[in-house]
């Protein structure tokens, strides 16, 4: 059974208003369909409360490495909550935490959902590291942005690509990707590196459900992609 992996970057399951249950509903029903033809690698990242804390306790914490640990733990806070509102799935029924139970997870279960591993490594390179360890050649990113734009979005000029190349994608990363723990750049540089050496497409899409839906499909969808 092939296997899809998918980065859902933390602000859209935890938002200042709180979770999004509404779009990990509408996730559940589009998983549905799908699992008795792919597995499916979840990851999940921090979001709205991780950036809150990291950002709030940063003048007393001068320690990046901590501050990374402590994104982590939300972003397997949210991975817990995810799972929890995916359980009517074949779900593998802890958050994963390593390469190696991830491993066994694919074995055993349709579903697998996984936060953040180590200091210094984006859930976004998570997903590229499994992605490239279950020799997985599709990895969708969902994000509030359905497009990798050639500088911030928020610059005047700023450009949307809707195709580029995985050297094109480190270019831009390697320019705009800071490491500072918190930060929310679309796919970061360390992410990128692995998708190329691996030759993983990358599919760029919304939270719109449809855009996802396609993308999973191989049909037209409103996004970037690298490849």
Do not use: W
């Not at 590196?193 to 855009?211: L, T």
């Amino acid at each position: 059974m092939d296997i899809i992996c998918i980065s859902l970057t933390g602000g859209i399951v935890s938002r200042e208003s709180g979770v999004n249950v509404a779009f990990i509903k509408k996730l559940e029903k589009l998983l549905k369909r799908y699992q008795s033809k792919y597995k499916f690698i979840i990851t999940v990242g921090g979001g709205y409360a991780s950036r809150l804390y990291i950002n709030s306790t940063r003048s007393i914490i001068s320690n990046n490495s901590l501050l990374d640990q402590i994104g982590i733990a939300f972003t397997r806070i949210n991975a817990l909550i995810l799972k929890d509102l995916l359980s009517s799935l074949d779900l593998y029924p802890n958050v994963v935490t390593s390469m190696e139970e991830l491993k066994m997870a694919t074995s055993t279960n349709e579903i697998i959902v996984m936060g953040g591993l180590i200091p210094g490594v984006s859930t976004d390179a998570v997903c590229a590291l499994a992605c490239e360890a279950m020799n997985c050649k599709m990895l969708i990113n969902v994000s509030g942005l359905a497009y990798v734009y050639d500088r911030p979005p928020s610059e005047k000029g700023a450009r949307k690509l809707e195709t580029l190349s995985h050297d094109k994608l480190l270019e831009i990363a390697f320019k705009y990707d800071n490491r500072i723990a918190g930060s929310n750049f679309i796919f970061d540089m360390f992410a990128s590196k692995i998708a190329k050496r691996a030759e993983i497409q990358i599919k760029f899409v919304s939270d719109d459900i449809n855009s996802l839906d396609a993308a999973i499909q191989g049909k037209p969808y409103k996004g970037s992609i690298v490849k």
